[in-house]
């Protein structure tokens, strides 16, 4: 097995889509038949026909079905990032019928390794020897003069629920404890609380081994959107590892070390957000190689914005985080610069609802405040400066998040002011 996320991935998604299909079938439909005849027997005997279900075409007559299971967009986008699939639906459908765009070529070997599982049948149990043979399959189409170069890290401050072992994040990326990973690096499986790992895949030829920066990159936009999707110390460690196929394992620089002072689990039940969230950061993070990032309006605020955010994020403690989180919010915010004072009451207009926006301006006002406290070393950590500082991160943080998801128009500025504009006729039209 050259991709055992994939297997995984792919395994999961032909059960539920199984007893998707299985219920179809009780509530009514019904599988089309090819009539097959055989030539006339020798005596003048009448020719024999079978009947041969068109298992294919009722797999791909409900594709709206199976796009609405769980585990249908992680296995396309793993699929959409290994590459060879067109070898795969050459082999099977033929030249004429291979999409040229990833997505829908993904989206075309599901249906084709649908159809392969549950070829000429009416009822749609998955058979494990029928599984086996169609993914040896597909591996050997895919992966065929290939080879598959994988690099694993540890990542630090984050846990999955305990019955999860694999969380694929899209992008050939994928959350892995170190115990299901085949051949572990030993320095990472014999430690005595084995890492959560990040493990990047890629398929490539044999002369075009690529160096490890792929992964630092896939790994790093990983990292940026754990830091947006929920608060945590979420760190890389300095050194990770990577190989070719099964073969040995070679340190590599990945991250740039930490120490994790919390640890944040993700619950069963947040893992499909995390997933699609991954997803929808990686392609619209500033500069992002897919094509579908922000246009060009607030693009460089914003992109300045996340790295001093990201910088924040590596600080030890809130304290020390505070001037980069300041900086990063007066770049989205207060243009005009800090002698405007506008910073406090933009924050509060998109951060606060209406009848929270006093008090939010207030306590943002005594965070800007205390960067000079912080410099001077004039606050203690139990003091309401410290809540004031992750109250402040917190804002960041949503408000990055809400402009990369789409929520929020980059032009800050304009959505602040234009709200506050509203407040004040509302006062005025409440005063007449």
Same mark, same amino acid.
């Given at each position: 097995?050259?991709?055992?996320?994939?297997?995984?991935?792919?395994?999961?998604?032909?059960?539920?889509?199984?007893?998707?299909?299985?219920?179809?079938? *009780?509530? =009514?439909?019904?599988?089309?038949?090819? !009539?097959?005849?055989?030539?006339?027997?020798?005596?003048?005997?009448?020719?024999?026909?079978?009947? #041969?279900?068109?298992? =294919?075409?009722?797999? =791909? /007559?409900?594709?709206?079905? &199976?796009?609405?299971?769980?585990?249908?967009?992680?296995?396309?986008?793993?699929?959409?990032?290994?590459?060879?699939?067109?070898?795969?639906?050459?082999?099977?459908?033929?030249?004429?019928?291979?999409?040229?765009?990833?997505? %829908?070529?993904?989206?075309?070997?599901?249906?084709?390794?649908?159809?392969?599982?549950?070829? /000429?049948?009416?009822?749609?149990?998955?058979?494990?020897?029928?599984?086996?043979?169609?993914? %040896?399959?597909?591996?050997?189409?895919?992966?065929?003069?290939?080879?598959?170069? /994988?690099?694993?890290? +540890?990542?630090?401050?984050?846990?999955?629920?305990?019955?999860?072992?694999?969380?694929?994040?899209?992008?050939?990326?994928? @959350?892995?404890?170190?115990?299901?990973?085949?051949?572990?690096?030993? %320095? @990472?499986?014999?430690?005595?609380?084995?890492?959560?790992?990040?493990?990047?895949?890629?398929?490539?030829?044999?002369?075009?081994?690529?160096?490890?920066?792929?992964?630092?990159?896939?790994?790093?936009?990983?990292?940026?959107?754990?830091? &947006?999707?929920?608060? =945590?110390?979420?760190?890389?460690? +300095?050194?990770?590892?990577?190989?070719?196929?099964?073969?040995?394992?070679?340190?590599?620089?990945? $991250?740039?070390? $930490?120490?994790?002072?919390? &640890?944040?689990?993700?619950?069963?039940?947040?893992?499909?957000?995390?997933?699609?969230?991954?997803?929808?950061?990686?392609?619209?993070?500033?500069?992002?190689?897919?094509?579908?990032?922000?246009?060009?309006?607030?693009?460089?605020?914003?992109?300045?914005?996340?790295?001093?955010?990201?910088?924040?994020?590596?600080? *030890?403690?809130?304290?020390?985080?505070?001037?980069?989180?300041?900086?990063? &919010?007066?770049?989205?915010?207060?243009?005009?610069?800090?002698?405007?004072?506008?910073?406090?009451?933009?924050?509060?207009?998109?951060?606060? $609802?209406?009848?929270?926006?006093?008090?939010?301006? *207030? #306590?943002?006002?005594?965070?800007?405040?205390?960067?000079?406290?912080?410099?001077?070393?004039?606050?203690?950590?139990?003091?309401?400066?410290?809540?004031? *500082?992750?109250?402040?991160?917190?804002?960041?943080?949503?408000?990055?998040?809400?402009?990369?998801?789409?929520?929020?128009?980059?032009?800050?500025?304009? !959505?602040?002011?234009?709200?506050?504009?509203?407040?004040?006729? /509302?006062?005025?039209?409440?005063? !007449?």
């Amino acid at each position: 097995m050259r991709n055992p996320t994939l297997h995984g991935l792919l395994e999961a998604f032909t059960v539920a889509a199984g007893i998707r299909l299985d219920r179809a079938v *009780a509530s =009514g439909d019904e599988v089309r038949f090819d !009539v097959i005849s055989s030539a006339e027997t020798h005596r003048g005997r009448p020719a024999l026909y079978c009947y #041969r279900p068109l298992t =294919g075409d009722y797999i =791909g /007559e409900r594709l709206g079905l &199976l796009t609405e299971l769980p585990s249908f967009l992680p296995v396309v986008r793993t699929l959409a990032g290994v590459g060879g699939l067109d070898l795969y639906l050459r082999s099977m459908a033929g030249r004429d019928l291979v999409p040229e765009q990833p997505r %829908e070529r993904a989206v075309a070997v599901v249906l084709r390794f649908l159809s392969r599982v549950f070829c /000429e049948r009416t009822d749609f149990a998955v058979d494990e020897l029928r599984f086996s043979a169609a993914y %040896e399959e597909l591996e050997q189409a895919i992966y065929e003069g290939r080879h598959v170069t /994988e690099v694993v890290v +540890a990542v630090l401050g984050i846990d999955l629920d305990p019955k999860t072992d694999e969380l694929a994040l899209g992008d050939g990326v994928s @959350l892995q404890r170190a115990g299901a990973l085949a051949a572990a690096p030993a %320095e @990472l499986a014999d430690a005595a609380q084995p890492p959560l790992l990040l493990v990047a895949r890629v398929a490539h030829e044999r002369d075009a081994r690529p160096s490890v920066a792929f992964a630092r990159a896939r790994f790093q936009r990983v990292l940026t959107a754990l830091r &947006l999707f929920e608060r =945590g110390d979420f760190a890389l460690s +300095a050194v990770g590892y990577s190989r070719v196929d099964s073969g040995a394992w070679s340190p590599v620089a990945i $991250g740039t070390g $930490g120490r994790s002072r919390q &640890l944040t689990l993700i619950p069963r039940a947040a893992e499909d957000e995390l997933r699609a969230f991954c997803s929808l950061i990686g392609r619209r993070l500033p500069g992002s190689a897919h094509g579908h990032g922000l246009d060009s309006s607030g693009a460089g605020e914003l992109s300045w914005a996340l790295a001093r955010f990201e910088m924040g994020c590596e600080r *030890a403690t809130p304290y020390q985080a505070l001037s980069d989180h300041l900086l990063a &919010l007066r770049a989205l915010l207060e243009p005009e610069g800090p002698a405007s004072g506008r910073l406090a009451q933009r924050l509060a207009m998109i951060c606060a $609802g209406p009848g929270d926006r006093a008090a939010a301006a *207030a #306590r943002a006002a005594r965070a800007i405040a205390l960067e000079r406290s912080v410099i001077t070393g004039m606050v203690s950590d139990g003091s309401e400066g410290m809540e004031l *500082a992750v109250e402040l991160a917190d804002n960041l943080r949503a408000i990055l998040r809400d402009v990369l998801c789409g929520h929020l128009d980059a032009d800050l500025c304009t !959505v602040a002011d234009e709200l506050l504009g509203q407040a004040v006729e /509302e006062l005025d039209a409440a005063l !007449v």
